[in-house]
């Protein structure tokens, strides 16, 4: 481990918390070990330590990340993924492997949706030949995860929503039964309804969903023109 990986992981866990961690584990279905520190002391902490030590750069941050990625409490993956969103306007085309690895490693909602939503999101809009390789592949993988993230990637897209892939993605995923791909396609669903109500109630109402994804899909905007 490089020394500054190790550094800032010994800043943080100088600041564990049993008691918090002991709620957070629970909370997280006990799926990780905690430090215990809630994100706005992490991020107090983090800044902290940056301000005295500076944010490391390039390949030097790109290792840092990895490095703790691989330690075992869960605040360690999201410094990781705040580090990763520093560097995010440098990233080059081939940090999509990066990112993906980083999907289907310690998986849970927690860190998928904010690499989904957030990092792979902003790097296929600068980066869209990838989607081809990539979202296109998801879909259709094994692992219930990169599905999910394949459905959550258009999060923030709002107008910039490539519609027929979005919709194409959750005709093949709404006969799903795992939980986390039924939220998926309704929160993506609530998201594009933002910016297209009409169109979300329309296909809500001529697709086969779960009850829950339609629930999710409809929960800001209703069921009212639906048949417009």
Same mark, same amino acid.
């Given at each position: 481990?490089?020394?500054? %990986? ?5 800043? &943080?866990? *100088?600041? %564990? ?14 799926? $990780?070990? $905690?430090? @215990?520190?809630? +994100? ?9 330590? /940056? *301000?005295?030590? @500076?944010?490391?750069? @390039?390949?030097?941050?790109?290792? +840092? ?13 999201? +410094? ?9 306007? &440098? ?5 999509? =492997? ?7 490693? #310690? ?14 999101? !902003? ?6 030949? &990838?989607?081809? =390789? ?6 259709? !993988?094994?692992?219930? /995860? &990169?599905?999910? +993230? ?20 959750? =005709? ?21 309804? #933002? ?12 697709? !086969?969903?779960?009850?829950? !994804? ?8 209703? *069921? ?5």
């Amino acid at each position: 481990m490089t020394i500054y %990986a190790m550094q800032i992981a010994e800043w &943080l866990r *100088k600041h %564990a918390n049993q008691e918090n961690a002991r709620s957070m584990e629970a909370y997280m279905r006990n799926q $990780f070990p $905690f430090l @215990g520190l809630k +994100t706005p002391e992490r991020m107090q902490l983090t800044r902290e330590f /940056w *301000k005295e030590h @500076g944010m490391p750069k @390039g390949e030097e941050l790109l290792q +840092t990340a990895d490095e703790l990625w691989q330690l075992p409490e869960r605040e360690y993956q999201y +410094t990781a993924m705040v580090m990763l969103d520093k560097h995010r306007k &440098l990233a080059d085309e081939a940090h999509i =492997d990066r990112l993906e690895h980083y999907i289907v490693t #310690k998986s849970w909602w927690d860190t998928v949706d904010i690499l989904a939503g957030q990092l792979v999101g !902003s790097h296929l809009l600068k980066f869209a030949d &990838l989607i081809a =390789d990539y979202p296109d592949r998801w879909i259709q !993988s094994d692992n219930m /995860w &990169l599905r999910r +993230t394949a459905l959550l990637y258009q999060l923030k897209y709002k107008e910039r929503t490539d519609q027929e892939r979005l919709f194409h993605y959750i =005709d093949l995923q709404k006969e799903e039964e795992e939980f986390f791909i039924r939220k998926a396609i309704g929160w993506a669903l609530r998201e594009y309804a #933002k910016t297209s109500p009409d169109v979300v109630r329309r296909f809500v109402k001529e697709t !086969s969903l779960s009850a829950l !994804s339609v629930k999710e899909a409809l929960k800001h905007i209703g *069921k009212e023109a639906a048949s417009g």
